[in-house]
Nanobody, 122 residues
Framework: QLRLVESGGGLVQPGGSLRLSCAAS????????IGWFRQAPGKEREGVSC????????NYADSVKGRFTISRDMAKNAVYLQMNSLKPEDTAVYYC???????????????WGPGTQVTVSS
């Protein structure tokens, strides 16, 4: 089964930073757009950021624009989400998933990873 795996979550104080990684096992990410989504308890899963297969195009939700940066490393077959100036409202389980092209609709994505917990709290 083709799946992605997220890592890098944890507990961080407000204003802190985390770097999430999304890795694939057994297949290449080269031809896929990769999206990061998050889901907080009792809330809908929401799109955070997406990067095109070439890496030339990136998209961010308004709530994270200017604080988060998405990137991909073809050689390492991985996609990253650098999160700076974290806020308590960023607390959620973060997921990565693949699609043919970037979209804000999680239904367009597949190969979901199990997620990684990010908790922003003092």
């Amino acid at each position: 089964q083709l799946r992605l795996v997220e890592s890098g979550g944890g507990l961080v104080q407000p204003g802190g930073s985390l770097r999430l990684s999304c890795a694939a096992s057994g297949f290449t990410l080269d031809y896929s757009a990769i999206g990061w989504f998050r889901q907080a308890p009792g809330k809908e899963r929401e799109g955070v950021s997406c990067i095109s297969s070439s890496g030339d195009n990136t998209n961010y939700a308004d709530s994270v624009k200017g604080r988060f940066t998405i990137s991909r490393d073809m050689a390492k077959n991985a996609v990253y989400l650098q999160m700076n100036s974290l806020k308590p409202e960023d607390t959620a389980v973060y997921y990565c998933a693949g699609a043919r092209r970037c979209s804000w609709h999680y239904i367009d994505f597949g190969s979901w990873g199990p997620g990684t917990q990010v908790t922003v709290s003092s």
